[in-house]
């Protein structure tokens, strides 16, 4: 206890410092500890996920709206219905005719049909969009519905182009647990100064051995035990993942592991 004491008095000396070891402490081990969890974030926030994608259809006058509207909102996976393409489809209709001039005139069967915008959750696998798909175009049959293909908005394009997406598509979580392997690392040496001060002094007056090494140990001992705790609980810890995570800590810990002597900081 006297170890796990000195271990937070020791990162509470400076709170920058102290408040950034623990943190990214507690993160690394919670990614190691959650790495399913972590690699279904990282697929949830590629573009493809993040925006809703859509099709449209063209229906028929036989086709009851009202009741096509409510089959569809029905189903699991679509967000929403809009019937403003129709409006904006109509108004082009409109406007080519003008263009036509006065003699010409829309045939009935055309002026009735209505168009629609089927927009899904962009969460949901392209298979489940196509099933979506489906589903609609035999709510009223093929005879009566055209669609077109499931499109995604244009600025997926661009966003999938960015770094830091095209660097999440590439390395999924490892790329995350990379990130925060190098923030722990940062942070550790930040450190380093203030656990081996405080340590110098114990060992000096206290006649004690190793305090920084034992301190370090204690702390992330706490930090490594309470997050396999809840990964056990979340069904989510792999035995690799803990291995991982032990020689990170242990390989830097080892530094500690040093007669010190006085330093001006």
């Known amino acids: 206890m006297f170890y796990l004491k000195e ?6 000396d400076s709170v920058f ?13 919670f990614a190691l500890t959650h790495r399913p969890w ?13 925006v809703s994608p859509y099709f449209s259809v063209v229906i028929d006058q036989s086709v009851d709206k009202d009741a096509f509207l409510a089959k569809v909102k029905r189903l699991p996976g679509v967000q929403l ?3 403003r393409v129709n409006e904006a489809a109509q108004e082009k209709l409109n406007k080519l005719v003008a263009e036509l001039g006065a003699d010409y005139q829309m045939s009935a069967p055309t002026e009735m049909m209505t168009a629609l915008k089927i927009v899904m959750n962009g969460s949901i696998s ?3 969009m196509q099933f979506i798909k489906a589903q609609v175009e035999r709510s009223v049959g093929k005879e009566h519905l055209n669609s ?12 999938s182009g960015h770094p830091v997406y095209s660097f999440l ?5 490892w790329g995350v647990i990379g990130l925060l392997t190098l923030g722990w690392i940062i942070s550790f040496w930040l450190c ?7 340590s110098y002094l114990i060992e000096r007056y206290q006649r004690k051995k190793f305090v920084a090494a034992k301190s370090i140990a204690s702390g992330l001992g706490v930090v490594l035990l309470g997050f396999m705790g809840l990964g056990i609980l979340n069904g989510t810890l792999k035995v690799f993942d803990v291995i991982i995570l032990l020689m990170v800590f242990s390989v830097f810990w080892t530094f500690s592991m040093q007669d010190w002597k006085w330093r001006n900081n």
């Not at 077109?148 to 966003?159: D, L």
């Open 126 to 128: 392209m298979e489940s």
């Open 17 to 29: 410092r102290g408040f950034s070891f623990f943190f990214f402490s507690c993160l690394l081990a």
């Open 7 to 12: 271990f937070f008095k020791s990162i509470g």
């Open 38 to 50: 972590v690699q279904n974030i990282v697929e949830q926030v590629t573009p493809e996920k993040m």
């Open 81 to 83: 219905v809009d019937d």
């Open 169 to 173: 598509k590439s390395s999924g979580a």
């Open 192 to 198: 380093y100064d203030t656990f081996r001060t405080r």
């Open 148 to 159: 077109g293909e499931i499109k995604f908005p244009e600025i997926t394009k661009s966003m």
